[in-house]
């Protein structure tokens, strides 16, 4: 099994641009989260999906952001527009249980 | 609102040395997780602690917790460089559906 697989690994974008990150869950799991980690805030929880169903949402931080599963194999979270403090490395994560998280290798985005 | 404390948040420890790093969780979680993450990369599981009383250990480091004080400790013994990183703990959250990281610890072991 490849693991989870996010992309881009790197993005840099300017700000007012849309910014789409990508994410393709461990075959089986059934849960999928995203996580956005800065510097001053740490690891936070965006937004998880249970069989492609938003669960919590709470976390997403303003209507500018925006994710969705379309199927059990795929998951994107947009930023629509994007700003300077939205920098940050977005992590997605998937499991078919707490106990058996497995991270994505993480996108940067720089948005200047 | 759940909370996860670390402290540290900054270590740095000599080579030969012994630390130990704190979590605190504010929920009634049975369960407690370690994660190691170096510099750029991806978090990497390290412990899952079940119950009270709990006990791990791997090499040079040791997980245990205490859900009556909601604390779990992470000792490192004989500290040496390839240990430097920075270490999560993490919870679940109210419904035991996602976990909730601290600030994380950051190591950093020099000779």
């Known amino acids: 099994d490849a693991g989870v697989i996010q992309s881009p690994r790197h993005e840099v974008t300017e700000m007012g641009q849309e910014v789409t990150l990508r994410c393709k869950p461990i075959s089986g799991h059934d849960y999928l989260f995203w996580y956005r980690q800065t510097m001053m805030r740490g690891l936070e929880l965006l937004i998880y999906?249970?069989?492609?169903?938003?669960?919590?949402d709470s976390g997403m931080p303003e209507d500018r952001f925006s994710a969705k599963m379309p199927n059990a194999s795929f998951s994107t979270l947009k930023i629509q527009p994007s700003e300077p403090r939205d920098s940050a490395v977005y992590f997605c994560?998937?499991?078919?249980?707490?106990?058996?998280?497995?991270f994505g290798s993480g996108t940067r985005l720089t948005v200047v | 609102e759940l909370k996860v404390e670390q402290n540290p948040l900054f270590l740095s420890m000599q080579e030969g040395k012994n630390y130990t790093i704190y979590c605190n969780y504010s929920t009634t979680s049975d369960r407690l997780y370690w994660y190691r993450q170096d510099p750029g990369k991806s978090l990497e599981s390290l412990f899952v602690l079940l119950s009270n009383g709990a006990v791990k250990q791997e090499g040079r480091l040791m997980a245990s917790l205490d859900t009556k004080a909601r604390l779990s400790t992470l000792h490192i013994t004989a500290a040496v460089h390839d240990l430097s990183a920075t270490y999560f703990c993490a919870v679940d959250n109210q419904a035991g559906t996602a976990l909730i990281f601290g600030k994380g610890t950051t190591l950093s072991v020099s000779s």
């Open positions: 994560a998937s499991s078919s249980d707490p106990l058996g998280y497995t």
């Open positions: 999906f249970n069989n492609n169903v938003p669960i919590d």
